[in-house]
């Protein structure tokens, strides 16, 4: 593989995430993958990132939409549950927040230097529904 710097790329260049065949990386965690050396998950981001997704397990429905739409993988998911997110390479995109069709989310963007106690204690509350009457 050919090493660029990030101004070197031309249009429609190709940035494999993996080295070798990549046919079984859903069964494989992503600490044990072979990445290659142009993939974010061998970079940290954290430290530009102004805004980071927090998650409130109680509104979350584990539909994994947060997981499939994440463009650099943060979303940690173990057998089908979310269990958190990846700080060293989530970049504060907030697509997982877009997709999350809970109400209130269960992914919130609070600034990088909100306190996690704080950010929760923020969060909006399930409105009650009224039961009918017949």
Known sequence: ????????????????????????????LPEDRSYTKSNSFSVSVADWRIEKPLFNKEHCIDCQFCWIYCPDMSIISRDKKMIGIDYDHCKGCGICVEVCPTTPKSLLMFPEQKDEEAALSEWPKKEKKEAKEN
């Open 1 to 28: 593989m050919v090493e660029n710097g990030w101004d070197t790329f031309e249009i429609g260049t190709i940035l494999r995430p993996f080295e070798g065949p990549a046919s079984d990386v859903a069964n494989i």
